[in-house]
Each structure stands twice: as C-alpha cells, then as structure tokens.
C-alpha cells in the first residue's frame, strides 16, 4: 500500500499494512479480454491502485491479437510498478500444436518479460506426468510456473451452466493430489478454476474450497472470484489475506473490502487484522 506519507487520508486506519512483494493476501487482476485493454487505460488503473495489484494476467489469449510491441509495453508498465504478468491459461490451446510449439510458446513468453506462466487444462484431458513437464519446462525457461486446477470438465471461456452441468464434475481429491504434486515440483502457486463451485452452478461448492484449503494452505492457492459476491465470501470466511484473482474492473471494490473501509451489510467494519 501507498506510504502514510503519500495515502490521501492517512490518518485514517487500514487493515493493509505488507508492502510488496507480499506472500499473502495477493490479487492478481484480469488484463484485456472483456474490454480492450491499452497503456493509457492500464496506466490509470496502476498510478491509482497499482499498490494493491500484485500481477496482471492476460486473458483468452489475447495477446496473441495484439502487436508484439503493444504487449511488451503493458508488461513493461506492469515490472514498473511492481506487479508481475502472467499469459493466462493459454498453454491448453498450444498443446494442441504439437510439442514444438509449446517450446516456442514458453520462450516467446519469456522473451517477452512475462513473469508467470499459467498451466492449465480446462478443455483437453491431459496426464498429470506431462502436466509435471511442462511445470518443469516452464521452470527451467527461468519462469514461475502457475498450475490451474479445478473440479470442472470443460471449465473456461464463460461455458454456459447447462454445458457444464452436462459435462460432469470430478472428485476434488484428484485435483487436490494433482495441486500437491505440482507443488513439490516447485510450482509458484495454484490457481484454482471458480466453475463448478462458485461459477455457472445452481449452489457453490465451499465444501470444495474447505477441503483445498485444509489439504494445501491458503498461502499456495489462489482463486478465481469472477463476482463481487464471491470475492466477498472468501473475504469474510478466510480473511483479508486471502489470495483472489479478479477483474481489472473490481480492484477498488475488492480492496475496499480487504482494507475494511466499505463492504455489504454483512461486512461492512467486521474484516479486520491484528498485526501485534
């Protein structure tokens, strides 16, 4: 957060008290995919709120649209204010196209300046071993390695809940094992997919987020909040140092909540912190 000497009101007390780099607590907000995204508007939202944003991940693929020049400065204008890029879940379509251009992809990433690069597998079946790989591939091209695990088949690209509800769910102790797994190999974090508990479902599954949570800590996971009241139930059932992943649109709600300034009725002055 901004230096006392710096905040607009610093007399008046926040729960946020961990500069960056923080190991809790972390946001990551969603880049260009439901809006176009440009260094101007990217910059108002960083010299604003760039204190709270602790990565920025592209979204879809989108910068496959996009001049190379253009992605390199938002990732240039991210490393400026502290906050790391991550390319999103893109890796899955890559896979695809053959074992070539994964190599290609993860150097270009790197080449780039993208800090995180995300391993997921929301639409293909793919074995935990090559999951394993390619953390290890990612890893060995001098990036974090950033696994996205959920209980969905098919979870990604805003399916409709019929869809899903036909494709299935699976056992949240496979995902749980695969996450560990990932882990011990040295994975940065764990992402976890919102779709089949908290997205396009008939009730959410906290059951779900209860038993990854008990398994693995919440220091190693992050979740996907893609609603206000989403990223409001995990503030208020784990606290303000909870790690979310939200839209770029959200980031003064959310840090509103986590600072305890403002919230809903139901949390409105009741997230606090004690830091001795």
Known sequence: MPDDDQRAFSFLRLNRGTAKPRTRGLTEIRGPYYTPMAKRYLQDVLETMGA??????????????????????????????????????????????????????????????????????????LPTDDWLRLVEAVQKAGAKAKPEVGIQFGAGGATAAAELAAEGTRDPEWPIAQARRFLEAGAYMIMVESEGITENVQSWRTDVVARFINALGLERLMFEAADPEVFAWYIKNYGSEVNLFVDHSQIVQLECLRSGIWGTKGLWGRVVTYKG
């Open 52 to 125: 709270y944003v602790d990565a920025f991940k592209f979204a879809g693929g989108s910068f496959c649209l996009m001049p190379r020049a253009a992605v390199r400065e938002l990732i240039e204008l991210c490393h400026a204010h502290d906050v790391q890029v991550s390319t999103g879940g893109f890796i899955e379509q890559v896979l695809t196209q053959g074992t070539d251009a994964v190599g290609r992809y993860i150097r270009a990433c790197k080449q780039l300046g993208f800090d995180i690069i995300e391993v997921s597998s929301g639409f293909i079946s």
